[in-house]
């Protein structure tokens, strides 16, 4: 069953921002010490069950950065995701640190969240910022051989119609 809200008063709504900043921290420094562990089980043990338990908690939750915290166990960690299966396997790198201690080292100053940097916000009203988007996709596919792009010379008039437009400011 759904929860029903209500549009609540300015100081219910500041007190409930103050508990999201608190609550929000609090989740990203436990998904951190997971991060950590999964990638240390993996590393040390071949053990990948705990990053392939949070992963499923993370997914099902929604509004996670998820792709970042795939990239930063990648990273660090003997781990691989599937995408097809949607599991984590073992993935024997020589690269990867095993020692527990220098792991931790290594780890200290980097973050789950910052393996994949966060795309500013943009309105959903930009048609100039999706135009820029749909261009760079376009221009990529192009310069792949044996892609043939159909009405290829609408690029370039959409090209110019954007070109003296400023990004939105992020």
């Not at 420094?29 to 908690?57: K, L």
């Not at 996709?137 to 110019?160: C, H, M, P, W």
């Amino acid at each position: 069953m759904a929860k029903s809200f209500a549009i609540l008063t300015r100081e219910q709504a500041e007190a409930r921002i103050a508990l999201i900043g608190k609550r929000g921290n609090a989740l990203t420094n436990d998904i951190q010490a997971i991060a950590v562990t999964a990638i240390g089980y993996a590393n040390v043990h071949g053990d990948v069950t705990i990053a392939q338990s949070i992963y499923t908690t993370l997914a099902t939750l929604g509004g996670i950065r998820l792709n970042s915290f795939v990239k930063y166990c990648e990273t660090f960690g003997q781990l691989a995701y599937d995408k097809d299966t949607k599991n984590f396997a073992y993935f024997k790198r020589d690269s990867a640190e095993r020692d527990p201690v220098a792991l931790m080292t290594q780890l200290k100053g980097t973050r789950w969240f910052d393996a994949i940097k966060q795309e500013a916000p943009v309105s959903v009203y930009d048609v100039a910022e999706m135009v820029r988007k749909m261009i760079a996709k376009l221009e990529k596919a192009g310069k792949q051989e044996g892609v043939t792009i159909n009405n290829a010379e609408l690029i370039e008039g959409l090209a110019d119609l954007v070109e003296g437009i400023e990004p939105a400011a992020k």
